[in-house]
C-alpha cells in the first residue's frame, strides 16, 4: 500500500498549489474573507498549541514541543488559505455555507469603506444603497452579492432542532455501522498505531492523556474538514460546474482523498477505507446542505466516540 501512501500524498500537494494559486490570483477579493479565515484558522493554532504543551507537560519532551509549535505556525497560513478559498467557492456556488460567516466576517464592507460615506452618496440608509455604492468601486462585487444567502440573522429554534437532530442521528449512524463492521471484521491496529499506544499506555497520567487525544483528534478533524469539505470540495465542485454531476462529483473525489489519507491505521488496511469512505460522502452532503460547522461538528464527535468504542474491537 506503500504507492498508495504516495499517491495520496502527492495529489494532496496538487490540490494544496491549486488552491493556493487560485486564492493568489484573487488577491483582490481576500478582504471580503480575511474575518473568518483569520479566526478560523487562529482557533486550530492555538489548539495546536494547547496540545504541544499538554505534551511538554506530560512527557517532559521538549523537541516534540518545538516541533509541534513550528508546526502550528507553519500551518496557519495554509489554513488561512483554506478557508479563504473554500468560503468564496461556497458564495459562488450558491452553496449554504457557514452559519456564522457574517458575524465573523465584514461582509459585505471591506475595512476602508465608510458606512456613513456609503448611505451620505446615495442617500439610501439600506442595504441596496450599500450595494451599490461597493459594485461601483468594484464591477464583481454585484454578481457575488446576487449570489450571497446567509441564513444566520433567521434561524429558527425548529431549524436548531433540525441541526442538533441531525448531528446525533449522524454520529449515531456512523458509530453503529464502526461498530458492526469492526466486530465483523476484528482488525488489528498496525505497527504505527501499536507504538503510539505503548507510549501512551507507557504514561502514568492516564486521565490527562485521554483528554489529550481528545483535544488533538478534535483538531485533527477541523483541520481535515477545512482542506477536504470546506475549501476542496467547492473548488473541484466549481471547476466542473457545467456538468449536472459536478456537486457528486467533487464529494466523491473529495471523500476518496480523504480515506487515502487514513492509509496505514489498520490490517486490512481496507476495513478502514471501508468504515470512512461512506462516512466522507456523508460528510459532502451535510456541508453542501447545512454549512462547514455542522460537518465539523459531527467530524469532532464522531473522532471522540471513537476512541472510547474502538479499543474493543480492535486488537492491539
Given at each position: ?5 504516495f499517491?495520496?500524498?502527492m495529489a494532496?500537494?496538487m490540490f494544496?498549489l491549486?488552491?493556493?494559486n487560485?486564492?493568489l490570483k484573487t488577491?483582490?477579493l481576500r ?7 483569520f479566526?478560523y484558522s ?7 498549541f ?6 511538554l ?6 523537541p ?5 509549535c513550528i508546526h502550528?505556525?507553519?500551518q496557519?497560513p495554509?489554513?488561512f ?7 468564496r467557492?461556497?458564495r459562488?456556488l450558491?452553496?449554504p455555507?457557514s452559519?456564522f460567516?457574517k ?9 476602508d469603506?465608510?458606512?456613513?460615506r ?5 442617500s439610501?440608509k ?8 461597493t ?11 446576487s449570489?450571497y ?9 425548529k ?5 442538533d ?17 469492526f466486530n465483523?471484521?476484528?482488525?488489528e ?6 507504538m ?10 492516564a486521565?490527562?492523556s485521554?483528554?489529550?487525544l481528545?483535544?488533538?483528534?478534535s483538531?485533527?478533524?477541523i ?5 477536504f469539505?470546506?475549501?476542496?470540495q467547492p473548488f ?7 456538468k449536472?454531476?459536478?456537486p ?8 476518496i482523498f480523504w480515506s487515502?489519507?487514513?492509509?496505514g491505521?489498520?490490517?486490512p488496511?481496507?476495513?478502514?477505507l471501508?468504515q470512512?469512505f461512506?462516512?466522507g ?7 453542501r446542505r447545512?454549512g462547514i460547522?455542522a ?6 464527535v ?9 479499543p474493543?474491537?480492535?486488537?492491539l
Open positions: 500500500m506503500v504507492p498508495i501512501a499517491i495520496y500524498a494532496t500537494v494544496g491549486f488552491i493556493i487560485d486564492y488577491r483582490h478582504w471580503r474573507f480575511s474575518g473568518v479565515a479566526r487562529l482557533a486550530v493554532t492555538l489548539m495546536s494547547v496540545s504541544s504543551l499538554w505534551l507537560w506530560i512527557m517532559e519532551d521538549g516534540a514541543f518545538v516541533g509541534g502550528a505556525l507553519l496557519w495554509l489554513l488559505i483554506y478557508v479563504s478559498v473554500g468560503v467557492y461556497a459562488k450558491q452553496t455555507g452559519i460567516w458575524r465573523l466576517s465584514k461582509y459585505p464592507l471591506s475595512k469603506e465608510d458606512p456613513g456609503v448611505n451620505h452618496i446615495h439610501l439600506t442595504e441596496t444603497g450599500k450595494m451599490l455604492y459594485s461601483s468601486l468594484h464591477p464583481e462585487y454585484l454578481e457575488i452579492q449570489l444567502h446567509e441564513p444566520s440573522d433567521s434561524l429558527s429554534g431549524w436548531w432542532l433540525k441541526f437532530v441531525l448531528v446525533v442521528l449522524s454520529v449515531a449512524a456512523a458509530a453503529i455501522y464502526t461498530v458492526v463492521l465483523l471484521t476484528r482488525p491496529a498496525s505497527q504505527m498505531i501499536k503510539i499506544q505503548s507510549s501512551n499506555d507507557a504514561n502514568t497520567n486521565e490527562l485521554s483528554v489529550l481528545i483535544l488533538i483528534f483538531k485533527l478533524a483541520t481535515e474538514e477545512f482542506f469539505r470546506l475549501a476542496l473541484l465542485e466549481w471547476q466542473f460546474r457545467r449536472s454531476y459536478a457528486i462529483l467533487a464529494i466523491v473525489l473529495s471523500s487515502l489519507g487514513h492509509i491505521v489498520l490490517v488496511e481496507w476495513v478502514k471501508a470512512i461512506p462516512f460522502v456523508a460528510l459532502g452532503l451535510i456541508n447545512y460547522e460537518a465539523i461538528l459531527i467530524h469532532v464522531f473522532n471522540v466516540t471513537m476512541i472510547f468504542i474502538t474493543g474491537f480492535i486488537s
